[in-house]
């Protein structure tokens, strides 16, 4: 769109102007670098940022939104005018999409609305029918009584016969009756009464909606996402029996439809993957780039020094548009690495590989630091199925306090699990992500079972300099059949200063030993956590077998999009593959982290608060009750 030198103030004071070279997509972002042909140093978003332009001094100071100032000049008039029209030009389109963007949202509340109106109605039709009915069988009980006083009576007999022939039709009807009611009683009220605007999430899909095909989210997933949960877990106290009879009937309905989709996927025993599986289009970055102020939330940060911070309800810009259960699933994403494993002959080998794999779930965190991932609600499940990586998976939050994930995978080369409890603390200039729990990898045709468990991870620098992830600590993968096993250190970085980043980081070394105690290393493996994995043939540090590389993330300003990897983007996306097949409790629908994703910080936040003050309330009333909360998968 436009490009060209202008002089770009240092971000320390007495420094002064520097020439960098500018760039300016179609799409808004404007990014520069030292020379045409040198990396990006910078992103800015022109449309989502505050713009003060000073004709005058041909200067212009960028506010783009997190507490990031970039203050330009341009070298002559024409320059300054030619970049403030363009500037202009994506501002003005800005909002008047975003008032298109509302007026097709304003609209599809009415809808929503609307179809809330028809449900009540159809509930209010529902109950007055099964009354006249309940009415009928009061007076056919009444007809009863009289008919056994007057049997005795002979003068009567042939017309009481009579009577009591047409009060069996009619008993046999009103019955007949009743099954019906009944059955349209379970219809309306297990039907989804956003069903229209389940159809415009699934659109959400495609790579060119836009937002204001997604926020009619605001309303339906909030009804959907819960109305699964209150079915579930929620006990009426007028009719506790009979919502029971229901909950026992919606678990067989589940097991029936669970033998569909087996078959519709595959069952257990498919082969996996099939022929030529249908490969769904899947989006290529997020509907919206990084929004929210990371650092109002320090002041939270700094009254919580040590505790665990999945216990406090923190502001949703500290999220990333993820849940922790899709981050369990983002472990898979260099899984193609057990399907190497699974092909090779030795324990030995195979057990390199699975440790490859433990340390590359690792890799994505370079890219992003300073959020962390939705905390998942009472019975949040989600599930992925990957044709193209042949695997499914299967997440749920089996425990609240502490917060404890169950995930299981599945694959014709391998079976995956874990179950883990996830804490967050904060520790003044840095927090501390643990993650205590066992991983469990199983290899198809081998007796082999793999266990790990990980060490801790940090984000330095938390309140100022320059923030870095970090994973410090060992990790030890071991071959529970054989015996053998893997010794990984992370090691810390090294250099950088005080508030700097380490200039020697995220090193790694992998030993491999035997089973027989011998203390002697037989493999070992070396690299970077964030870049390549390398094997030391013979333990020869100069003869070097790559293993794995880290790919870079395939999404356009991806820095822009919270560091998200192209794997990443696609797990809150519900593709023609998920469609109507999900369970309502999935985080796809999830109402808080929809808004989030497509850019809706406030409305987010307050739905964020809904959300958890109605999951309190839930927790409060098991605990009056007595009900005990189980998990529904695990």
């Known amino acids: 769109m436009l490009a060209g030198w202008l002089l770009k103030k240092r971000r320390k004071k007495m420094q002064g102007w520097a020439k960098r070279w500018f760039q300016l997509t179609c799409s808004g972002t404007l990014s520069y670098s030292f020379s045409p042909t040198t990396k990006v140093r910078g992103l800015v978003h022109i449309p989502m940022s505050i713009i003060t332009s000073k004709p005058k001094a041909l200067a212009f100071h960028i506010n783009t939104g997190n507490n990031t100032y970039y203050h330009l000049k341009a070298f002559t008039t024409d320059e300054y005018a030619n970049w403030a029209t363009h500037f202009k030009r994506l501002r003005v389109s800005n909002v008047e999409t975003q008032v298109d963007h509302f007026e097709q949202w304003r609209h599809k509340r009415q809808s929503v609305h609307l179809t809330s109106i028809v449900k009540d109605k159809a509930r209010g039709d529902v109950s007055r029918g099964l009354q006249a009915s309940q009415l009928v069988k009061e007076k056919l009980l009444c007809l009863d009584k009289w008919i056994q006083g007057h049997q005795q009576n ?107 989709r087996d078959q519709h996927y595959g069952g257990t025993n498919m082969n996996w993957p099939q022929q030529n599986p249908v490969l769904p289009h899947r989006r290529r970055q997020l509907p919206s780039v990084a929004v929210g102020e990371i650092s109002s939330a320090l002041s939270i940060f700094r009254k919580n020094v040590g505790n665990d911070l999945s216990t406090i309800a923190l502001p949703v810009s500290m999220n990333e548009p993820m849940s922790i259960l899709q981050r369990a699933c983002e472990e898979l994403e260099y899984s193609e690495l057990l399907d190497k494993a699974c092909k090779l002959d030795t324990p030995m080998e195979r057990l390199m590989y699975v440790t490859v794999f433990a340390i590359t779930s690792y890799a994505s965190s370079q890219y992003r630091t300073g959020r962390k991932p939705f905390n998942p609600m009472m019975n949040e499940t989600y599930e992925n199925i990957r044709p193209d990586k042949g695997f499914r998976f299967i997440s749920e939050k089996v425990c609240h306090h502490p917060l404890t994930i169950a995930a299981h995978a599945e694959s014709k080369n391998y079976i995956y699990w874990q179950c883990t409890k996830v804490k967050s603390k904060f520790w003044g200039k840095s927090m501390e992500f643990i993650t205590e729990g066992v991983y469990h990898v199983q290899l198809t045709g081998h007796e082999d079972h793999y266990t790990y468990s990980k060490p801790s991870s940090w984000i330095r620098n938390m309140i100022a300099g320059e923030k870095y992830i970090e994973h410090s600590g060992e990790m030890k993968v071991t071959n529970n059949t054989t015996g053998d096993y893997a010794i ?20 790694i070394v992998a030993n491999f030993y035997t089973a027989d105690n011998d203390k002697r290393a037989r493999r070992r493996v070396v690299g970077k956590w964030s870049g390549t994995l390398s094997e030391e043939v013979d333990l020869n540090k100069k003869h070097l077998s790559e293993l794995w590389t880290a790919q870079i993330p395939d999404v ?27 369970p309502l409790t999935d985080t796809r629908y999830r109402p808080d982290q929809r808004l989030y994703e497509l850019g809706f910080v406030d409305e987010a936040d307050v739905k964020k608060k809904q959300i958890e003050q109605k999951q309190r309330d839930r927790r409060h009333d098991f605990e009056l009750k007595g009900i005990p909360w189980n998990s529904r998968w695990f």
């Open 154 to 260: 002979q003068m009567q007999s042939d017309w009481v016969s009579r009577l009591i022939q047409l009060k069996n039709e009619v008993d046999i009807a009103v019955k007949r009756q009743d099954q019906l009611w009944h059955v349209v009683q379970d219809t309306v009220w297990q039907a989804d009464p956003f069903g229209l605007n389940r159809a415009h999430l699934n659109q959400d899909s495609d790579e060119n909606s836009h937002k204001s095909n997604r926020i009619s989210v605001d309303s339906a997933l909030s009804e959907t996402f819960y109305d699964a949960e209150d079915v579930k877990v929620g006990l009426s106290n007028e009719s506790d029996q009979t919502q029971f009879v229901n909950a026992t009937n919606a678990i067989e309905e589940d097991e029936k439809n669970e033998k569909v």
């Open 488 to 507: 990984v250190t992370f090691k810390e970085g090294s250099g950088g200063g005080l508030f700097g980043a380490p200039t020697k980081r995220n090193d």
């Open 556 to 582: 356009e300003d991806y820095e822009a999009h919270y560091g998200f990897t192209r794997f990443c983007v696609e797990l809150n996306e519900i593709t023609e593959l998920e469609k109507n097949q999900l």
